[in-house]
C-alpha cells in the first residue's frame, strides 16, 4: 500500500471471503472476470536459473486467460516450468495459493 501510495496512486481495499478462483474473486467483488489478474509463482524446470538460486517467477495474466507452459517455457528459453507447491508459495510469497497479489 506504501509503495503505491508513494506512486501517487489511491488504492482501495475490499475485503471478502476467500476464494481460490478468479472467477469466485470476481463474483464477491461484485466486478468482471477481465478486470482482474492470475498471478502465479512459476518453478524454472532447467537448470541455470536453479545454478543462480532464482528458480521462480511471478507470472501475471489476465484473469479471463489460461496459462501457456509452452509459451512461457519459450519466452524463458527453458525447457519446462511447473507451479510452485503451495508450501512453496506460502515461503516465498507469505500468501495462500489463489491469494497471491500480482506484485513482485
Known amino acids: 500500500m506504501e509503495f503505491l501510495k508513494a506512486a501517487g496512486q489511491t488504492p482501495t ?8 478462483t478468479c472467477e469466485e ?3 464477491v467483488r461484485g466486478v ?23 528458480p521462480y517467477y511471478l507470472a501475471i495474466i489476465s484473469a479471463t486467460n489460461k496459462f501457456n507452459s509452452k509459451r512461457f517455457c519459450k ?3 527453458t525447457k519446462s516450468v511447473s507451479f510452485a507447491k503451495p508450501e512453496v508459495v506460502h515461503e516465498l510469497t507469505g500468501c495462500l495459493t489463489g491469494a497471491v ?4
Do not use: Q, R, Y
Open 32 to 54: 468482471s472476470l477481465a478486470s482482474g489478474a492470475k498471478a502465479m509463482l512459476i518453478k524454472d524446470g532447467g537448470k541455470k536459473l536453479a545454478k543462480e538460486g532464482v
Open 25 to 27: 474473486a470476481a463474483e
Open 13 to 20: 481495499v475490499t475485503e471478502h471471503k476467500a476464494v481460490l
Open 101 to 104: 497479489p500480482p506484485f513482485g
Open 75 to 77: 519466452v524463458l528459453g
